[in-house]
């Protein structure tokens, strides 16, 4: 699976969801959009994609959110559409457990890049 892309996804940061979001974490909503709100339009919108495709083969049951990395040019402004493509940079096994590798690159309007993520998901009792 290493190497496979995900067709881009359109993903709009909708000022109430933003809001809620700042509150969850108690951060003043006015503060503008939060960093971590990056794993909404960044990762929430393509490892989706990942999880969907019978390709990937992906055992959801066994499956561990291992890391979450993101690095930002910006954050993005609410009323914004952002552009977030997906794709799996690596995909190996070891003793038994699959470790992939997905990176997400976001853009804005403009493509301007805003926002990397970069995920580990860990899948156990890879290979039978």
């Known amino acids: 699976m290493a190497g496979r892309e995900y067709p ?4 709009t940061i909708e000022g109430d969801q933003v809001s809620a ?3 969850a974490l108690g951060v003043d909503p006015s503060d503008g959009v939060p960093p ?3 794993a909404v339009y960044a990762l929430g919108t393509t490892a989706p994609q990942l999880f969907a495709d019978e390709e990937a083969a992906i055992d959801f049951a066994n499956l561990l959110h ?5 690095e930002w040019e910006r954050q993005p402004q609410v009323g914004e559409t952002v552009t977030a493509r997906g794709r799996v940079s690596s995909d190996s ?3 038994g457990v699959r470790l992939i590798r997905f990176e997400t690159e ?3 309007a403009d493509a301007a890049p805003i926002c990397r993520s970069n995920a580990l998901f860990v899948v156990r ?3 039978g």
């Open 66 to 70: 291992a890391e979450q990395e993101f």
């Open 125 to 127: 009792g890879a290979g």
């Open 106 to 108: 976001v853009s804005g």
């Open 21 to 23: 979001f700042a509150r």
């Open 93 to 95: 096994e070891r003793r």
């Open 8 to 11: 881009p996804v359109e993903f």
């Open 36 to 38: 971590t709100y990056a």
